[in-house]
């Protein structure tokens, strides 16, 4: 079925080769990413996102991380920061002031999970979001925190969710949405329901069905076959994105879809 919102992308087929051609060639004019996550029993999405970011093409990367971590890292680690703990070891209400400072600097922020599951965290997560009005990526766990304040969210602009589909169903649920989402529907039907979602709401959402990448922003759709799940939920497809949108902060759903062909 032809659906003029459905637009479908291969390998060997971009949609919008314009986004990787126009990438910045320097440095000091490819944007400033802020990645943010982690806690006491582990940093690796962080990480791996800083490291992608960079790779990517990003102008520069800062990551913030919770200070219970300050002895795990050594301290000639370059682009970290650290911010005020809570018992649990994650980011402590009191982080909100380097978070701010973060959001000021960057031209984007990463929310890339490895996060925990503290109420605490959870609570400045969302008066960060609700502050800050530049692009932001919501991936991983840091997804699941955020998700009580999902009216918020779901209303703010410049807003991207890369989640799973378990988490894509519980979002609709939490926003009484009137569409059942189920892990055997077909993929039209999926598409249909993003397209219907996000002429509702201001954000761009990217899921996983069907080994099928499915983008939605502003009622348009794209799609594109993806048999590498483990890229989603290690983070790296979220830190290209994130790079890939602080380029374009006004076309999200091209700037998703053309950072799914780079390596």
Same mark, same amino acid.
């Given at each position: 079925?032809?659906?003029?919102?459905?637009q479908?992308?291969?390998?060997?087929?971009?949609?919008?080769?314009?986004?990787?051609?126009?990438?910045?060639?320097?440095?000091?004019?490819?944007?400033?990413?802020?990645?943010?996550?982690?806690?006491?029993?582990?940093?690796?999405?962080?990480?791996?996102?800083?490291?992608?970011?960079?790779a990517?093409?990003?102008?520069?990367?800062?990551?913030?991380?919770?200070?219970?971590?300050?002895?795990?890292?050594?301290?000639?680690?370059?682009?970290?920061?650290?911010?005020?703990?809570n !018992?649990?070891?994650?980011?402590?209400?009191?982080s909100?002031?380097?978070?701010?400072?973060?959001?000021?600097?960057?031209?984007?922020?990463?929310?890339?999970?490895?996060?925990?599951r503290?109420?605490?965290?959870?609570?400045?997560?969302?008066?960060?979001?609700?502050?800050y009005?530049?692009?932001?990526?919501?991936?991983?766990?840091?997804?699941?925190?955020?998700?009580?304040?999902?009216?918020?969210?779901?209303?703010?602009?410049?807003?991207?969710?890369?989640?799973?589909?378990a988490?894509?169903?519980?979002?609709?649920?939490?926003?009484?949405?009137?569409?059942?989402?189920?892990?055997?529907?077909?993929?039209?039907?999926?598409?249909?329901?993003?397209?219907?979602?996000?002429?509702?709401?201001?954000?761009?959402?990217?899921?996983?069905?069907?080994?099928?990448l499915?983008?939605?922003?502003?009622?348009?759709?794209?799609?594109? !076959?993806?048999n590498? !799940?483990?890229?989603?939920?290690?983070?790296?497809?979220?830190?290209r994105a994130?790079?890939?949108?602080?380029?374009?902060?006004?076309?999200?759903?091209e700037?998703?879809?053309?950072?799914?062909?780079?390596?």
């Amino acid at each position: 079925m032809e659906l003029a919102y459905w637009q479908r992308q291969t390998p060997e087929q971009p949609l919008f080769p314009d986004i990787e051609w126009n990438k910045p060639e320097q440095r000091s004019r490819a944007g400033k990413l802020g990645i943010i996550g982690g806690n006491k029993l582990g940093f690796a999405g962080v990480a791996e996102a800083y490291s992608t970011a960079l790779a990517s093409g990003v102008g520069e990367a800062r990551a913030l991380l919770p200070d219970v971590l300050k002895n795990t890292l050594p301290r000639t680690m370059a682009g970290v920061t650290y911010a005020p703990s809570n !018992p649990s070891g994650g980011l402590a209400q009191e982080s909100i002031s380097e978070l701010r400072a973060l959001s000021t600097w960057s031209d984007g922020l990463l929310l890339i999970g490895d996060a925990g599951r503290n109420s605490q965290t959870a609570i400045v997560y969302s008066q960060l979001l609700r502050d800050y009005q530049g692009p932001a990526a919501i991936t991983r766990d840091a997804v699941d925190l955020v998700r009580n304040d999902s009216a918020t969210l779901a209303a703010r602009p410049n807003t991207v969710l890369i989640l799973s589909f378990a988490q894509l169903q519980k979002l609709f649920r939490t926003l009484y949405y009137p569409k059942i989402l189920t892990f055997s529907m077909q993929l039209l039907q999926l598409v249909e329901a993003l397209h219907k979602f996000t002429v509702t709401y201001p954000i761009t959402i990217t899921t996983l069905h069907q080994d099928t990448l499915v983008t939605a922003s502003s009622g348009k759709v794209a799609t594109m !076959p993806w048999n590498d !799940p483990m890229r989603i939920w290690r983070g790296t497809v979220a830190a290209r994105a994130s790079v890939y949108y602080i380029w374009n902060p006004s076309q999200p759903l091209e700037a998703i879809t053309a950072s799914l062909l780079s390596k």
